[in-house]
């Protein structure tokens, strides 16, 4: 079974510009996440997708950040303008059901550079 | 506001010897509860769960046990093998199935 698959792996810009990152969640795995994880801390919910609908997404600063989850499959996070706080690892993950009752799985992560 | 606090940044261990990690919750509506083992430059793997209803769930080498009178829960690691070392994240959730992280504690056994 593949895993979460997340690209670009690495990304540095600069303030105000934009960025996005792409995943491509485990086959038949509905409910699919992405986090936020600042160097030092844990990782932070930032939206969960259930399908191609939006479960939860209390913790996504809206002003600049946006995902879309088109078909229920494969996920795009954007951030416009980024600012040098947006420094951090974006990971994605995915399980099959809302509960991830044994865990959601994640994938490697996209280290965002901000400058 | 952190609902869930890993108050260990890091803890050295001897191999072969017992490598005890822990957490501590406030949220009493959380009822499951995850921990998360996580190499660098690689996302959080799985590694065990309970739920509320248990006070200890085994796993090979991995135990999980929940006090939840005292909102903490602890992951022993019996023996401890070089290979375990990593970034050790526990997590818990509540009716609304978010999962609320830990700060992490870096585990480094030697060898």
């Known amino acids: 079974e593949a895993g979460v698959a997340q690209s670009p792996r690495y990304k540095i810009i600069e303030k105000r510009q934009s960025v996005a990152f792409w995943c491509n969640p485990i086959?038949?795995?509905?409910?699919l996440y992405w986090y936020q994880q600042i160097l030092g801390q844990g990782p932070k919910l930032l939206i969960q997708f259930q399908n191609n609908g939006v479960v939860d997404d209390s913790q996504l600063p809206k002003d600049r950040f946006s995902a879309e989850r088109l078909k229920g499959v494969d996920s795009t996070l954007k951030i416009q303008p980024a600012k040098l706080e947006d420094s951090a690892v974006y990971l994605c993950?995915?399980?099959?059901?809302?509960?991830?009752?044994?865990?959601?799985?994640f994938g490697p992560g996209t280290r965002l550079t901000v400058l | 506001d952190q609902q869930v606090k890993q108050n260990s940044p890091s803890l050295s261990v001897q191999e072969g010897r017992i490598s005890i990690l822990n957490c501590d919750y406030t949220n009493s509506m959380f009822d499951y509860f995850l921990w998360y083992k996580k190499y660098p430059a690689e996302g959080p793997t799985f590694l065990i769960s309970i739920s509320s209803i248990k006070d200890k769930n085994e796993d090979g080498r991995f135990t999980v046990f929940l006090n939840k009178s005292a909102k903490h829960l602890s992951l022993h690691i019996v023996p401890s093998q070089p290979g375990d070392s990593a970034v050790y994240f526990c997590?818990?959730?509540?009716?609304?199935?978010?999962?609320?992280f830990g700060g992490g504690t870096r585990l480094m056994v030697k060898p």
């Open positions: 993950a995915s399980s099959r059901d809302k509960r991830a009752i044994g865990g959601q799985f």
């Open positions: 997590a818990a959730s509540g009716e609304g199935n978010m999962l609320t």
């Open positions: 086959s038949g795995h509905a409910t």
